[in-house]
Nanobody, 125 residues
């Protein structure tokens, strides 16, 4: 079992920045694939960024490339999402997720087993 607690959401004006955090505990291994997802009202959940916790390789959704950065602090068992140049369309509930899979970057966005409770990000124009 892996427990995830995400935080750091808030309200920001367009063009601003926020950093989300996700503290992981429990059965944490180097084979964990960790990611950030978001869901806006009336829309389906979408993958934003993911990272192979063992290799550090990353992947991003096209909509956030160049603006968002996923990173990890292994000593703190914490995942981060640095969001820059925020746009109103980034407004959503953001969730961190983890899955003990070996194919992380090539494995796509589906099938994550563990989820945080979510943190709201609101971007005003």
């Amino acid at each position: 079992q892996v427990q995830l607690m995400d935080s750091g959401g808030g309200s920001v004006q367009a063009g601003g920045s926020l950093t989300l955090s996700c503290a992981a505990s429990g059965d944490i291994s180097s084979r964990l694939c960790m990611g950030w997802f978001r869901q806006a009202p009336g829309k389906e959940r979408e993958g934003v960024a993911r990272i192979n916790s063992g290799t550090g390789n990353t992947a991003y959704a096209d909509s956030v490339k160049g603006r968002f950065t996923i990173s990890q602090d292994k000593a703190k068992n914490t995942l981060y999402l640095r969001m820059g140049n925020l746009k109103p369309e980034d407004t959503a509930m953001y969730y961190c997720a983890a899955d003990p899979r070996s194919a992380c970057i090539s494995g796509g966005w589906l099938g994550y087993k563990y989820w945080g409770q979510g943190t709201q990000v609101t971007v005003s124009s």
